[in-house]
C-alpha cells in the first residue's frame, strides 16, 4: 500500500508540476492525493470536505486566486458535478426502458448519456460565471462535450505516454503522430459545431449582485427538490423576479443613453459614439482590420451597454470626410466635427498656427508638445489619447496643472467616457 501510495502521489504531483500548478490542476491533484491517503489509512471520505481542504491549501499559498476565473470555474464544475450529476442520471434507468437491451448496445447509450448529465451538471455550477465574465452562453454544450471527454483522455493519455517513453526510438514519434491526428480531429469537429446556427448567445451582460441571485435560485431550487418545501420555490421566484426588474431597469437605461468615449488601444487611435444600442467606432485602419484587438477592447464594455456587435457602424478617419454621418470640417492634421451639440477638434499629427474654437480638444500622436504654445482658452477640456508616448502625457499633465488646464490623459486615468 505505501509503495503504490508513493508511486500515485509522485505521479500525480509530477504531472502537476510539469502543467505550471495551475488552480484547476492543482484542486484536482490536492483532491485526489487526499482520497489516496484516506484509502491508505482506511479512513471514510466526504468529498465536499476534501473540496474544502484543497480550496483551502490553495488559497493560503495565494489568497488572490480566488479571484482567479479559472480557480472560480474549476471548482464551481466539480461542486455541480458531484451534486447534480447523480440526480441527473437517475431520472432515467436505461436497463428499465429496455430492459432486453444486448450489451453492446447498452454501453454506448449508456456512454452518452453519462457524459449528457456531466455537461449539463457542469453547466448548472459555472453558467452564472461564465455570463459574468465572458458575456456569452455556448448551445451546443452537450454535443461538444460529447466530442471533447472521450478525445480529451486519449490526448492526456497519449501526453503522459510520450513523456514516459520518448526515449524509446520511434515509440515517441508515433505515439505523438496519433496523438497530433487526435487533435486535429478534436479541433475540426469543435470548429464544425461552433459554426452551427446559433452556437453562441453573446451580448448577454449581468452585474456581481444578478450573478449571486442567480446562484441563490439555483440553490433554492436544489433545496425545494431536496426537502420539498414551498418556501424554497418562493425564495427562488422572488430572486428572479428581482434579476427581471434590474434588466428591465438596464433595458429601458440602454435604449436612452448617449456617450461618447475614447478607450486606450495603443497607438491606434478611435472614438466612439454610442447612442441608444447603436454604436459608432471612428478609427485608423490598423484598429478597424485587427478583429481580435477589437474584440479583446471593446467587447466587453459592449455587452454591457447592450451593444450588439452586428450593430456597431465602423468608419474610418480618413474617409468621415465622405461618410455624411457627422457635421464635419477636415483638413491635413485636423478634424473638426459636431455630435450632439458639442463641438470636437481631433488633431491628428501637428499643431496648426490657428486651431479653431471646440469644447473638447483630442490630440494624438504627440501632436502637441508643450502646452505654452496652445491657444487653450479656445477649449472647455482637453484630452490625451493613448497614441502620445508616456512622457509626453505625463509633460503634458504637470504643465496643465500649473497653468490650471482641465486635461485628461488618458495613459493616466484609462478611459475617456463622457455621458450626454
Known amino acids: 500500500n505505501w509503495i503504490f501510495l508513493s508511486i500515485t502521489l509522485f505521479c500525480l504531483w509530477f504531472y502537476a508540476f510539469i502543467?505550471?500548478?495551475?488552480?484547476?490542476?492543482?484542486?484536482?491533484?490536492?483532491?485526489?492525493?487526499?482520497?489516496?491517503?484516506?484509502?491508505?489509512?482506511?479512513?471514510?471520505?466526504?468529498?465536499?470536505?476534501?473540496?474544502?481542504?484543497?480550496?483551502?491549501?490553495?488559497?493560503?499559498?495565494?489568497?488572490?486566486?480566488?479571484?482567479?476565473?479559472?480557480?472560480?470555474?474549476?471548482?464551481?464544475?466539480?461542486?455541480?458535478?458531484?451534486?447534480?450529476?447523480?440526480?441527473?442520471?437517475?431520472?432515467?434507468?436505461?436497463e428499465d426502458t429496455f430492459p432486453t437491451m444486448p450489451l453492446w448496445l447498452f454501453k454506448p447509450i449508456n456512454f452518452i448519456w453519462s457524459v449528457t448529465c456531466v455537461s449539463f451538471a457542469a453547466q448548472i455550477g459555472t453558467f452564472p460565471v461564465g455570463l459574468y465574465y465572458f458575456h456569452q452562453f455556448p448551445v451546443y454544450f452537450p454535443l461538444s462535450n460529447l466530442v471533447v471527454i472521450p478525445l480529451a483522455t486519449i490526448i492526456f493519455s497519449g501526453g503522459l505516454l510520450i513523456i514516459i517513453l520518448a526515449w524509446i526510438p520511434f515509440v515517441g514519434q508515433s505515439i505523438g503522430w496519433f496523438i497530433e491526428r487526435i487533435v486535429w480531429f478534436q479541433n475540426e469537429m469543435l470548429f464544425l459545431i461552433e459554426h452551427l446556427p446559433k452556437s453562441v448567445i453573446n451580448g448577454i451582460d449581468i452585474s456581481l449582485v444578478e450573478n449571486w441571485l442567480i446562484y441563490i435560485s439555483i440553490i433554492l431550487v436544489a433545496m425545494l427538490f431536496a426537502f420539498r418545501k414551498l418556501s424554497y420555490l418562493v425564495g427562488a421566484f422572488v430572486c428572479i423576479f428581482v434579476i427581471f426588474v434590474v434588466q428591465m431597469q438596464e433595458y429601458i437605461e440602454q435604449r436612452n443613453q448617449s456617450l461618447l468615449y475614447i478607450f486606450n488601444s495603443g497607438k491606434k487611435l478611435n472614438i466612439n459614439l454610442l447612442e441608444g444600442v447603436s454604436n459608432t467606432l471612428i478609427a485608423d485602419s490598423s484598429l478597424l482590420y485587427n478583429d481580435s484587438q477589437i474584440r479583446n477592447l471593446f467587447y466587453n464594455y459592449w455587452a454591457n451597454k447592450g451593444v450588439a456587435p452586428e450593430q456597431v457602424k465602423y468608419l474610418n478617419i480618413n474617409d468621415l470626410g465622405d461618410s455624411n454621418f457627422l457635421p464635419i470640417y477636415q483638413e491635413e492634421g485636423l478634424i473638426l466635427f459636431i455630435?450632439?451639440?458639442?463641438?470636437?477638434?481631433?488633431?491628428?499629427?501637428?499643431?496648426?498656427?490657428?486651431?479653431?474654437?471646440?469644447?473638447?480638444l483630442l490630440i494624438s500622436n504627440n501632436a502637441v508638445?508643450?502646452?505654452?504654445?496652445?491657444?487653450?482658452?479656445?477649449?472647455?477640456?482637453?484630452?490625451?489619447?493613448?497614441?502620445?508616448?508616456?512622457?509626453?502625457?505625463?509633460?503634458?499633465?504637470?504643465?496643465?496643472?500649473?497653468?490650471g488646464i482641465n486635461l485628461y490623459a488618458i495613459h493616466e486615468k484609462g478611459a475617456f467616457i463622457r455621458n450626454w
Open 19 to 94: 502543467t505550471g500548478l495551475s488552480p484547476s490542476v492543482l484542486r484536482a491533484v490536492i483532491m485526489f492525493s487526499m482520497l489516496a491517503l484516506a484509502n491508505t489509512f482506511q479512513r471514510n471520505t466526504n468529498i465536499y470536505n476534501t473540496i474544502a481542504f484543497s480550496a483551502f491549501l490553495i488559497l493560503s499559498y495565494d489568497p488572490y486566486l480566488l479571484f482567479s476565473v479559472s480557480f472560480q470555474l474549476s471548482y464551481l464544475a466539480v461542486l455541480g458535478i458531484i451534486y447534480f450529476y447523480p440526480k441527473l442520471y437517475g431520472m432515467w434507468h436505461i
Open 339 to 360: 455630435y450632439k451639440g458639442k463641438s470636437i477638434l481631433w488633431l491628428k499629427t501637428k499643431i496648426a498656427n490657428h486651431l479653431p474654437s471646440a469644447d473638447y
Open 369 to 403: 508638445r508643450n502646452l505654452e504654445k496652445l491657444d487653450f482658452s479656445k477649449f472647455k477640456e482637453i484630452i490625451v489619447d493613448a497614441s502620445n508616448s508616456y512622457y509626453n502625457s505625463q509633460k503634458l499633465s504637470l504643465q496643465a496643472q500649473k497653468l
